[in-house]
């Protein structure tokens, strides 16, 4: 859409084609209805939040950094607010309010849209894309033609992954998918156990033998696959590439206190409350559930009292107190993902146009770029800002 915005206010004559009855079907779900659309960092901070391929945005991000959308929001009549973490969201905490927005401006600018109209190929002449081919056989041609098919998460939503076919046909590299920003999951009968607890303020760290790959404090949640929640969707962006055997996710339950104070803090406890049994004085430290459990996976008996404690069974609490390992199966299927990794190498696509170096007249943008962030409006402003750019390039004739 924003695509489409940018070539026709260049001047172009635009076409859009959207397979689906409406447009925007994805930015409607997004932000839970709310739509977090951008986030208004600087750019830096913009892309230390980028965790693939950060530095192919520099150009996008300059031409259109998210205080400029924002303003573009409101200008088109959808005034926006900056939450905690600097989330940008529409003022009526409506998603559909920024499709209407996009929407009012395609027609105001005349552009034309075509709905139902799932494009099947791309049409090519040499080295040149001239135009684009519907199924059923309608052509439309064209001096340029962007494609914006997105990735491969919720499918029904009309991104399935159309466009991998086309470029890969016309000689790009193409990463395959895979999930990002989803819920990992867990064999473990223990974790499934604790299915609908939420932890606040822990750390949650992954790695890969010793390489630290994310850490981060924050907020989790046991499901009944897993793990879930804010925390563990910024981590499963660094697993999304590895196999789930050779990584590990630890949680610090106490990033306060280091292990030497969570040490006195037990003791503490234990000379003030040593008739209590285990499971009952550790409710002090842990939600009562967690407090349950915790005796077991640390193979102390919770029913003990607190005064028969040995010391390296103290110890042992302390050591998985502060790193409980969770055993991991995988993460979830790439359809639940929030964000598809892979897509068109960046490589093959010229960062200050968005034109493909292989084909001209070929502009990509969006998630079907292999370009993916963290939760916070990231992904939909790199979808934003790409096709803004593509847009505009492509109606100069870059
Ligand atoms: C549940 C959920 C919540 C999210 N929340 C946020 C959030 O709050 N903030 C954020 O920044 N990101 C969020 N995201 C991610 C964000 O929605 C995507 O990264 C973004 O929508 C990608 O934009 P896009 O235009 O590249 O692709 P899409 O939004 O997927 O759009 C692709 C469009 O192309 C159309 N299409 C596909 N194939 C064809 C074809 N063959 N012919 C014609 N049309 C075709 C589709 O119908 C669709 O309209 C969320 C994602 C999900 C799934």
């Given at each position: 859409?924003?695509?489409?915005?940018?070539?026709?206010?260049?001047?172009?004559?635009?076409?859009?084609?959207?397979r689906?009855?409406?447009?925007?079907?994805?930015?409607?779900?997004?932000?839970?209805?709310?739509?977090?659309?951008?986030?208004?960092?600087?750019?830096?901070?913009?892309?230390?939040?980028?965790?693939?391929?950060?530095?192919?945005?520099?150009s996008?991000?300059?031409?259109?950094?998210?205080?400029a959308?924002?303003?573009?929001?409101?200008?088109?009549?959808?005034?926006?607010?900056?939450e905690?973490?600097?989330?940008?969201?529409?003022?009526?905490?409506?998603?559909?309010?920024?499709?209407?927005?996009?929407?009012?401006?395609?027609?105001?600018?005349?552009?034309?849209?075509?709905?139902?109209?799932?494009?099947?190929?791309?049409?090519?002449?040499?080295?040149r894309?001239?135009?684009a081919?519907?199924?059923?056989?309608r052509?439309?041609?064209?001096?340029?033609?962007?494609?914006?098919?997105?990735?491969?998460?919720?499918?029904?939503?009309?991104?399935?992954?159309?466009?991998?076919?086309?470029?890969?046909?016309?000689?790009?590299?193409?990463?395959?998918?895979?999930?990002?920003?989803?819920?990992?999951?867990?064999?473990a009968?223990?974790?499934?156990?604790?299915?609908?607890?939420?932890?606040?303020?822990?750390?949650?760290?992954?790695?890969?033998?010793?390489?630290?790959?994310?850490?981060d404090?924050?907020e989790?949640?046991?499901?009944?696959?897993?793990?879930?929640?804010?925390?563990?969707?910024?981590?499963?962006?660094?697993?999304a590439?590895?196999?789930?055997?050779?990584?590990?996710?630890?949680?610090?339950?106490?990033?306060?206190?280091?292990?030497?104070?969570?040490?006195?803090?037990?003791?503490?406890?234990?000379?003030?409350?040593?008739?209590?049994?285990?499971?009952?004085?550790?409710?002090?430290?842990?939600?009562?559930?967690?407090?349950?459990?915790?005796?077991?996976?640390?193979?102390?008996?919770?029913?003990?009292?607190?005064?028969?404690?040995?010391?390296?069974?103290?110890?042992?609490?302390?050591?998985?107190?502060?790193?409980?390992?969770?055993?991991?199966?995988?993460?979830?299927?790439?359809?639940?993902?929030?964000?598809?990794?892979?897509?068109?190498?960046?490589?093959?696509?010229?960062?200050a146009?968005?034109?493909?170096k292989?084909?001209?007249?070929?502009?990509?943008?969006g998630?079907?770029?292999?370009?993916?962030?963290?939760?916070?409006?990231f992904n939909?402003?790199?979808?934003?800002?790409?096709?803004?750019l593509?847009?505009?390039?492509?109606?100069?004739?870059?």
């Amino acid at each position: 859409m924003l695509a489409a915005i940018a070539a026709r206010r260049e001047g172009a004559n635009v076409t859009l084609l959207e397979r689906n009855e409406k447009l925007g079907k994805k930015v409607y779900i997004t932000g839970k209805g709310r739509c977090n659309v951008t986030n208004a960092c600087d750019p830096d901070a913009f892309q230390r939040n980028v965790v693939k391929n950060p530095r192919f945005l520099f150009s996008a991000l300059s031409v259109l950094p998210p205080k400029a959308l924002m303003d573009l929001l409101e200008e088109m009549g959808c005034p926006v607010m900056v939450e905690r973490g600097d989330r940008v969201f529409p003022r009526s905490e409506r998603a559909s309010d920024v499709t209407r927005a996009f929407e009012n401006e395609l027609r105001r600018l005349g552009v034309r849209v075509i709905y139902n109209a799932r494009v099947k190929n791309l049409l090519t002449q040499g080295e040149r894309c001239i135009g684009a081919e519907l199924m059923g056989g309608r052509s439309f041609m064209a001096d340029a033609v962007i494609v914006c098919t997105g990735g491969q998460s919720y499918v029904s939503t009309g991104s399935s992954g159309d466009g991998w076919k086309w470029l890969e046909e016309l000689g790009h590299t193409l990463y395959p998918p895979r999930p990002s920003l989803v819920g990992l999951m867990s064999g473990a009968d223990w974790v499934k156990e604790l299915q609908g607890l939420a932890l606040k303020n822990v750390r949650l760290t992954l790695t890969r033998g010793k390489k630290k790959l994310y850490s981060d404090i924050g907020e989790m949640l046991f499901t009944h696959f897993g793990v879930s929640g804010p925390l563990v969707l910024s981590a499963s962006a660094y697993a999304a590439e590895l196999v789930p055997s050779e990584v590990t996710i630890s949680l610090d339950l106490k990033p306060g206190l280091s292990s030497e104070q969570l040490d006195r803090r037990l003791q503490r406890d234990i000379d003030e409350s040593g008739k209590k049994m285990l499971r009952t004085l550790l409710c002090g430290l842990y939600p009562s559930r967690l407090a349950e459990l915790m005796p077991a996976l640390c193979g102390v008996d919770g029913n003990k009292t607190a005064n028969d404690l040995t010391r390296e069974e103290r110890l042992r609490l302390v050591e998985n107190g502060k790193g409980l390992v969770i055993p991991l199966a995988g993460l979830c299927s790439l359809n639940e993902a929030i964000v598809t990794r892979g897509g068109v190498s960046v490589k093959d696509i010229n960062p200050a146009t968005m034109e493909s170096k292989r084909i001209s007249g070929l502009y990509v943008a969006g998630e079907f770029l292999d370009v993916d962030a963290l939760t916070g409006g990231f992904n939909l402003h790199i979808a934003f800002c790409t096709g803004y750019l593509a847009g505009s390039s492509a109606a100069k004739g870059n």
